[in-house]
């Protein structure tokens, strides 16, 4: 589908219950807008555990069929949750397409390796855009690769998008004397994700000169939750703030990530949330205990449709602004300590 738009959200919030959250809305506006296009079927993710966002698709099915679009939404549960299910809904997505088993799987592969090209080419965006010598020279040759790997239609065109992307972006005039700030990016999945619905946080920092680490890309996320589940570290990692306590979503992972941020020596967290998500209004009340123990900021945005660019920005910038100012106290009692 195309990227979210103005038009996107309007639609979604015309026709979402009130009090859904953004990513509802946003894959509301989204789905009808691939609906006028002339989708037939929509493929979606579910999910498991105490978090509504496993169930959109049931609702949006329903205002779809209110709407009478005639798009069915297949979700597919992870495989560790219902393996026959998964495969199930596999075959029948490849008889509905009419393709043989060779051309389902290429598809497949060629879908993978097209996402792992963009995570490739956006986290060495988010490296070096702090370091450039002209502002904004970096998100320009990011939009480049993009758009080549956009044109791109087979693995050997992928790879070669993917390098000349790379080389596009390693090419950017940079300045390695300077040392930007660290902020880690973590908070509830689409909102992370999805730089429209966040208001490109991570390039507005990086042009603030501010290096940023994003705790999730959908290639890591896929490898650790998909076939098996390999964020049990994570949740070791929470476990002293939470005990057994299931609180659903990503607000686990929000509160781990936060302590390995600080572990790995980061400036700040920013955590990005949808108004009203349980899960991150849970993970917001332990977070303060956290910034106690392990001594880093936390900032916290929750996002919703009348979230805009600037008052986003003006929060960052007084952040940014903290954690400038607390660096240099730092290194001024670092100082104070050696001349002692």
């Known amino acids: 589908p195309p ?41 979606t993710s579910g999910g498991m555990g105490p978090c509504r966002a496993g169930l959109y698709w049931v609702m949006h099915q329903y205002i779809l069929d209110e709407l009478n679009t005639g798009v069915k939404v297949v979700a597919f549960e992870p495989p560790l949750c219902d393996l026959k299910d998964f495969i199930k809904k596999l075959r029948w997505v490849r008889k ?14 060629i879908t993978w390796e097209k996402i792992k090209a963009i995570d ?17 020279e970096t998100t320009r040759r990011l939009w480049q ?32 004397s300077r040392n930007p700030l660290k902020i880690g ?9 999805e730089p ?25 996320y896929t490898r650790k939750n998909t076939i098996v589940n390999l964020e049990g570290d994570i949740f070791e990692v929470a476990k002293p703030y939470l005990g057994e306590a299931p609180i659903g979503g990503h ?33 917001k009340s332990i977070i303060p205990t956290v910034t106690k123990d392990y001594g880093i900021p936390v900032l916290t945005l929750f996002i919703d ?18 954690l400038e100012k607390r660096r240099e106290v730092k290194a001024k009692r670092g100082i104070e300590r050696l001349v002692i």
Do not use: W
């Open 3 to 43: 990227e979210p738009s103005s038009r996107t959200l309007d639609l979604g919030v015309r026709h979402a219950p009130e009090f859904a959250c953004i990513p509802f809305k946003i894959l509301m506006g989204t789905y009808l807008e691939v609906a006028e296009k002339g989708a037939e079927v929509i493929l």
């Open 96 to 109: 509905t397409g009419g393709l043989s088993v060779k051309e389902f799987v290429q598809a497949i592969r």
């Open 120 to 136: 490739e080419v956006e986290m060495l965006s988010h490296e070096i855009r702090p370091y450039e010598t002209n502002r904004g």
């Open 145 to 176: 690769a993009l758009e080549m790997l956009d044109a791109a239609n087979n693995e050997a065109e992928i790879k070669d998008a993917m390098q000349e992307g790379l080389k596009l972006l390693q090419e950017v005039s940079q300045d390695h």
């Open 185 to 193: 990016i973590i908070g509830e999945i689409y909102v992370v994700l």
């Open 196 to 220: 429209a619905a966040n208001h490109y946080i991570q390039i507005m920092l990086g042009e603030m000169g501010v290096q940023t680490d994003r705790s999730i890309y959908l290639t890591s």
């Open 251 to 283: 607000g686990a992972n929000s509160i781990g990530e936060t302590i390995l941020y600080a572990r790995h020596g980061f400036d700040g967290v920013v955590q990005l949330a949808p108004f009203a998500c349980i899960p991150e209004i849970v993970a």
């Open 305 to 322: 449709e009348q979230t805009g660019k600037a008052g986003v920005q003006t929060r960052l910038e007084a952040f940014v602004d903290l």
